[in-house]
Nanobody
Framework: VQLQASGGGLVQGGGSLRLSCAVS????????LAWFRHAPEKEREFVAG??????YYQDSVKGRFTISRDNLKNMMYLQMNSLTPEDTAVYYC???????????????????WGQGTQVTVSS
């Protein structure tokens, strides 16, 4: 299974970015998917997750970020609006068929990881 994240870049505070994640080599419809991020000198953290029927968000991104998936294209997306410098991080897309709902916010629950895409928000 391969995950390829893209769409990161440099944006001014208040701006928007849309991250994409292409997933290949596995049963996409069966995957529970998520985005994690890792900022310098901070721990890696859950951003958003999606199953076949539900979405989950970290409190700090609720109302600003939207996670979605396209089962026909084997793609996952993260629309990020009203970005702030605190959103600056490397963003990773992850996938697993076995993660349980109660464990979706745990990075150790995901078997497959993409390479990450850098998001930098200037003040």
């Amino acid at each position: 299974v391969q995950l390829q994240a893209s769409g990161g870049g440099l944006v001014q505070g208040g701006g928007s970015l849309r991250l994409s994640c292409a997933v290949s080599g596995g049963p996409f419809r069966s995957y529970r998917l998520a985005w994690f991020r890792h900022a310098p000198e901070k721990e890696r953290e859950f951003v958003a997750g999606i199953t076949s029927s539900s979405t989950y968000y970290q409190d700090s991104v609720k109302g600003r970020f939207t996670i979605s998936r396209d089962n026909l294209k084997n793609m996952m997306y993260l629309q990020m609006n009203s970005l702030t410098p605190e959103d600056t991080a490397v963003y990773y897309c992850v996938a697993s068929t076995s993660v349980i709902i109660s464990n979706m916010r745990s990075s150790s629950a995901y078997r497959h990881w993409g390479q990450g895409t850098q998001v930098t928000v200037s003040s």
